[in-house]
C-alpha cells in the first residue's frame, strides 16, 4: 500500500500535469456552486473546503466559486467530468441527461415526501445512482437537501392540471421535465437559471418551478407571485468530485474528502430546514398568493408519458424504480 506522503506526491504530479494550481506539496482544487452567498448550500460548500484544508493538514485546499460565476450548471457538469474543475455541487436534476440511472430522481412524483427520498438515497437506490454517476466521471461524495419543487408563475394559480394548459414554463435542462410540461398542455422552455428572472419579468415565460429557497433567493417571487403546492419533484443535489482525481487520492485521503463532504451535508440539511421555513414566510408577507393542491392524483395521473419515456429509453433500469417506489 502506498503512504500518505506517496499518495499526496502522486495527486501533486496529476495536479501538475492537469495544469491545477499547487504548491509544494499541497492541491488547490477549484469548486463550483450556483447559489448567492448567504444560500444553505454556500454556507455549506465553504465548510466543506474549510475541513478539507483543517483536516489533510493544509494538503487539499478548495477554492469555491458560488453564484455560478464559473458557467451554467450542465457546463459544469462537464467541467467536473472531464476534471477542468474538481469539485462542484450539482443538482441531480441537470446530471440525469448525463447519467439515466440519476434521472430516475426526476421522474415526477417518484417521492412522496423528503423522509422518502432521504431512504432511498441512504440504500441500495442510492448505490446504484452513485455508480450510474461514477461511470460518466462524477463521483458523489454526499447528498444535500433541496427540498420539493412547485409550480410559480406570473398569472393565476394552479389548481389542476388544466391550469397549466398554454402556460410558457422555464424547465431545467432534462428532457423529463419538458415531457412533464408537455404532459400538462403547457410549453416548456429550457433555460438556464441565471436566465429566468428577465424571463419571466418580460413575459418570455409565464412560470417556473422550484422550491422555496430558490424562489426567494432569485427574486422570482417579485415577478412571478402565485405559487402553487405541486411538490412535482423531490430533487438532491451532491457534493461531487471528478472521478480521476478520486482514483488519484489515497485511502487516508478519500476518507478525508467523504468525512468532510458529510459533515458539510449535515449542515447544509439543518440550513436547509430553515432556510425553507424563513424562505416561505418571507415571501408569503410580501404578497405572493399562494395554495395547496390537497388531491394530486390529477398531476400525477398524467405523467404517464413521462415514465414510460423513461422506461422505453432505459428498459433496464425498470428495477431500479420500482426499488424506489416500493420503499415508499
Ligand atoms: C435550484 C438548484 C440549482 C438549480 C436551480 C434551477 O433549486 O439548487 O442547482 O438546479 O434550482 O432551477 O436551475
Redesign the pocket.
Same mark, same amino acid.
Given at each position: 500500500m502506498i503512504s500518505f506522503k506517496q499518495a499526496a506526491i502522486a495527486a501533486v504530479a496529476t495536479a501538475l500535469l492537469a495544469g491545477y494550481s499547487v504548491s509544494a506539496g499541497a492541491v488547490e482544487w477549484r469548486g463550483w456552486n +450556483?447559489?448567492k452567498p448567504d444560500y444553505p !448550500?454556500t454556507v455549506a460548500m465553504d465548510k466543506f473546503a474549510e475541513l478539507l484544508e483543517e483536516k489533510s493538514g493544509g494538503e487539499i485546499t478548495l477554492k469555491m466559486f458560488h453564484s455560478g460565476t464559473l458557467g451554467t450548471?450542465p457546463d459544469a457538469i462537464e467541467q467536473v467530468r472531464i476534471g477542468a474543475l474538481e469539485i462542484g *455541487? #450539482? *443538482?441531480l436534476? &441537470?446530471i440525469g441527461p448525463v447519467a439515466p440511472e440519476a434521472n430516475v430522481v426526476s421522474l415526477p412524483f417518484i417521492f412522496s415526501d423528503m423522509d422518502h427520498m432521504h431512504r432511498a438515497l441512504d440504500g441500495e437506490a442510492g448505490e446504484q445512482i452513485s455508480a450510474g454517476m461514477a461511470k460518466k466521471g462524477l463521483v458523489a461524495l454526499a447528498w444535500y437537501d %433541496?427540498?420539493a419543487?412547485s409550480f410559480y408563475n406570473s398569472k393565476k394559480p394552479i389548481e389542476t392540471p388544466a391550469d397549466v394548459e398554454g402556460m410558457k414554463v422555464r424547465v431545467?435542462n432534462n428532457d423529463l421535465y419538458s415531457g412533464m410540461i408537455s404532459a400538462l398542455g403547457g410549453n416548456p422552455s429550457p433555460m /438556464? #437559471?441565471s436566465e429566468?428572472y428577465q424571463s419571466l419579468k418580460t413575459g418570455v415565460v409565464d412560470g /417556473?418551478e !422550484? *422550491?422555496w &429557497? %430558490?424562489y426567494e433567493s432569485t427574486g422570482h417571487y417579485e415577478v412571478a407571485g402565485y405559487y402553487s403546492l405541486s411538490q412535482h419533484l423531490i +430533487?438532491p443535489?451532491c457534493v461531487c468530485i471528478n472521478a480521476q482525481v478520486w482514483e488519484s487520492l489515497s485511502d487516508d485521503q478519500k476518507a478525508i474528502v467523504k468525512e468532510a463532504a458529510r459533515e458539510s451535508a449535515e449542515l447544509q440539511r439543518e440550513l436547509w430546514a430553515e432556510r425553507a421555513k424563513a424562505s416561505r414566510e418571507k415571501v408569503l408577507e410580501s404578497g405572493v398568493q399562494f395554495n395547496e393542491i390537497p388531491d394530486k392524483s390529477a398531476f400525477q395521473d398524467a405523467m404517464k408519458p413521462v415514465y414510460d419515456t423513461y422506461l422505453a429509453d432505459n428498459p433496464d433500469l425498470k428495477p431500479l424504480v420500482e426499488l424506489i417506489q416500493s420503499s415508499n
Open positions: +450556483i447559489h !448550500n450548471q *455541487n #450539482f *443538482n436534476g &441537470p %433541496s427540498g419543487r431545467m /438556464a #437559471f429566468v /417556473a !422550484n *422550491n &429557497p %430558490s +430533487i443535489e
